[in-house]
């Protein structure tokens, strides 16, 4: 059964540094385009980062670019968050998915997902 699991998340002041993977398993992602997604309380689930199947290409949403580094070991079948200089803002729990076709930013192309890990940054 195909699973991710997101771990890494936890709580840290502003200005701090947490990681996050998304370890899959079940079967072999490496031919799928990786996803990050945040939803903070009360809002709607959001588009943060993804990186495409071979890791050559990433893309960000606006308010982490510079601040949030996605990449990916297939060898490892994980992928990773580096998110540095965090923010209040940034609270959320933040979810892994992929995809085998699609628009990245689009959560609804994406096919499988995990079930989230709480960040939580205090001011």
């Known amino acids: 059964q195909e699973q991710l699991v997101e771990s890494g998340g936890g709580l840290v002041q502003a200005g701090g540094s947490l990681r996050l993977s998304c370890a899959a398993s079940g079967r072999t992602f490496t031919n799928y385009a990786m996803g990050w997604f945040r939803q903070a309380p009360g809002k709607e689930r959001e588009f943060v980062a993804a990186?495409?199947?071979?890791?050559?290409?990433?893309d960000y949403e606006d308010s982490v670019k510079g601040r949030f580094t996605i990449s990916r070991d297939n060898a490892k079948n994980t992928v990773y968050l580096q998110m540095n200089a965090l923010k209040p803002e940034d609270t959320a729990v933040y979810y892994c998915?992929?995809?085998?076709?699609?628009?990245?930013?689009?959560?609804?192309?994406?096919?499988?997902w995990g079930q989230g890990t709480q960040v939580t940054v205090s001011s």
């Open positions: 990186i495409s199947y071979s890791g050559h290409n990433t």
């Open positions: 998915a992929a995809m085998t076709s699609g628009t990245p930013r689009q959560q609804h192309d994406y096919d499988y």
